[in-house]
């Protein structure tokens, strides 16, 4: 009740993860605290300026707002029956992101699934990039052996050759016995 009387109630909102050129990369709902005036917080939430912790509906979460790229008052994005949303003047298709992808730190990258005889926008992390730098890579099955030298590690000493005093490595004693049997 005091929070009531302060001000200071939940602000609950919509959590957006990505926003793409006609598609946004929903998490659902969540909720903020404000510290400072509900009017405050509002304008910071329209503004994307908020910065803060927004607590997750689903799975009870507690996440910075940085990870996100907008944070959305529920009354000014409405979903309608067919999958889109209607936001700043604009529809929108929505792409439902699971949880293991609210903390991802990489760009998102919508995939169609049947939900419930139902098609829907699936997020999922996009590893477009690492796929791309291992087909350049060559075979990854394949282990390519470098002349004599040309890439071992500097510590690594070659055959034949001998470690500077400084650099050989201590050998640990210990107390055990090697030929007493218990």
Known sequence: MLKW????QPIPVWVIKQIDDNLLHLCGQGSVEPRAKRSI???????GHYEGAVNMV??????????????IPLESLQLDAH??????????????VP????TYDGPLSPQRQMVNDQEQWISVEDVSDIRRQ???AGDPGRVNFDPHGVNEHPLIARRGEEISGKEQPRRRSTDKRRDHDD
Do not use: E, I, M, P
Request: glycine letters at 14%; aromatic letters at 10%; hydrophobic letters at 45%.
């Open 99 to 102: 949880q293991r992808c609210w």
């Open 83 to 96: 999958g889109h949303a209607h936001w700043n003047g604009r529809s929108w298709y929505v792409a439902q």
């Open 134 to 136: 291992l087909q350049g």
């Open 58 to 71: 689903n799975g009870g979460l507690v996440l910075n707002a940085r990870l996100f790229a907008a944070l």
């Open 5 to 8: 009387l302060t001000g200071k």
């Open 41 to 47: 917080v509002l304008q910071d939430l329209h503004a």
